[in-house]
């Protein structure tokens, strides 16, 4: 079901699989993100007491935190680590759901019945505590085991990605369902195709377009429940300038820096945003025979 | 309608099942000892720390801890809290008062903004108040309820002056005075919470509004001259209005969880900010309880959901497939 429901009309002949402006932005972000740490003239770690909680002007585009580091480099390098929690957990909850989705959809009976169940259950888990309780749980163990810098960032993509498998789950199995009794399949069984084949050669194109849907929408939401996470204080250690953490830090000084906070929650703003228009152009225009589902099955947990 | 019941009930026992294994293990299999902050007291000697470890019941086999703590959970036994030594029956007590009334007045404002804004909307799609409408709710749904807190701070409290940014508990309501103190705290956090379960549920509405706006039954009030006002009241909105309530039943937890930001943003002492101080000092009993209450409640809710949708569509127990017509 969608609780962020689509657009009503169906997208007219000349309409774009994707909106221009909000791909453009993303992409721009994502670029910046990726080239910006490289260019701009003061890293992000540079501590100057002298330059401490500066507005934004020609020397801190963004203006200063109050350690005096420069904000325009904190919010590009917070990009990376939050755009790339959303893409990593978008990949292991993509890649884990439509396994799950395949086998329960094409092995059905028991298999099927006991994999949706269990979907069922990771849905009616809380998401937002059952992440605090584990980053509370494994945080340290994670970080000798990948060391400070990749261990945080592991963790949270993992967690995030194995709590939001199951909308992909639950539509490419519905696909899978369809797909199997088609007459093409049936006939690729007779005539003795493997079920890896049937499965790589029919299923998969066919789920291709649910699945790009759900995942661009499901960057948007795992980049939402990192800045949560790291903004409750339980994502990333405080070195680590994730655009959560950066708010985190900005809320003691709303009243003497709001640029502090302004910046960070600006770039995460128009990072979720793009991405949700994205997902519902991309609905619209590939998938426009999906009606609106009448069954609320379960909100998507977003804080 | 008993046996629908029935077999929705039993259906979520093996979930709830699932959940508490899950909760189980996770807190079990993480690193750590419990009793590790006493290895470093001199006052406590290793003797005295396994007696406290046999009385605890921590010697026992993981299965057996498992079935006492989901017993003891039962008959509301939910353990002390490691730093304050107060149940956690009782801390969850002082604290729900405040998470009600903030999350209750937040869903209850949203409820109407998402209906008028809906219903407004969906009467004529692609009209300039529907886009604003869905442009505005798009633009809520795309703000993380954290950063329309700062956002809020930053207007209200910071800027104008209007609002305090901190929610005092002590502040009684005795007089008018106080009433008034009450509501001007509560405001933002309130409107934080509607706010985004607004930017979900007007655009459920306005879609559902549309799913029965042409439907053949709709034409047919029409061709026999029922007036506007009673085709949109009487007709397509009881009709929307069903996947809407068992929406609006789901939505319950998911408030309750954004209860977790919001407190924590403006300092609310309710169960959400119990949650995060609970995490920050290690405080598993604490922390285990209230995840473990807030995954009853997500059951709970999807059952009532489900109960309410076979109640409000006969269709739906009986079994048949539910179309558009």
Known sequence: ?303 | MLTYLLRRALVSIPTLIIISIVLFTIVTLAPGDPLAEFALNPAVSAETREQLRVALGLDQPLPIRYVRWVTAFLRGQMGYSFTSQMPVRTLLAQRLGTTLWIVGAGYGVSLVLSLVLGVLSALKPGSLFDRAATTWALSWFSTPTFLTGILFILVFSVKLRWLPSIYTSTLEVADPAGLAALLRQSAMPVAVLALFQTATLMRFVRSAILDQAHQEYVRAARARGIREFFIVSRHILRNALVPVITLVALGIPTIFTGAIVTEQIFRVPGIGSLLVRAIETSDTPVVMAITFLYAILVVLCNLVADVLYGLLDPRVRLGEPVGTG
């Open chain 1, 1 to 303: 079901m969608r609780p962020h429901a689509r657009s009503q009309r169906p997208p007219g002949p000349r309409q774009l699989p994707l909106p221009l402006v909000s791909t453009t932005l993303f992409l721009f972000i994502v670029l910046s993100t990726l080239v910006g740490p490289l260019v701009v003239a003061h890293p992000p770690g540079t501590i100057d007491f002298s330059q401490a909680t500066r507005p934004p002007g020609w020397e801190h585009p963004f203006g200063t935190n109050d350690l005096g580091q420069d904000m325009l480099a904190r919010v590009l390098v917070g990009g990376r680590v939050s755009i790339g929690v959303g893409l990593g957990a978008m990949v292991i909850s993509t890649v884990l759901g439509t396994a799950v989705g395949v086998v329960a959809g094409f092995a059905g009976g028991l298999p099927d019945a006991l994999l949706m169940r269990l979907a069922d259950a990771f849905l009616a888990l809380p998401h937002l505590p059952l992440l605090l309780l584990t980053m509370m749980l494994f945080r340290d163990p994670a970080t000798s085991l990948f060391g400070p810098e990749y261990g945080p960032f592991a963790l949270v993509t993992l967690v995030i990605g194995g709590l939001s498998w199951m909308t992909v789950a639950r539509l490419v199995r519905a696909t899978a369902l369809t797909v199997r009794e088609m007459e093409f399949v049936v006939a690729a069984r007779a005539l003795g195709a493997s079920p890896i084949r049937l499965i790589r050669v029919h299923v998969l194109p066919h789920v291709l377009s649910p699945v790009i849907v759900a995942a661009t929408l499901s960057v948007s939401s795992a980049i939402v429940m990192e800045s949560t996470l790291s903004f409750l204080g339980l994502g990333f250690p405080p070195d680590t300038p994730t655009w959560g953490r950066l708010l985190y830090h900005a809320r003691d000084f709303l009243d003497i820096a709001p640029h502090m906070a302004l910046f960070p929650g600006l770039a995460l703003f128009l990072t979720v945003l793009s991405l949700t228009s994205m997902g519902d152009r991309l609905q619209a225009t590939l998938e426009p025979r999906r009606v609106p589902n009448h069954r609320p099955t379960k909100v998507v947990e977003h804080s």
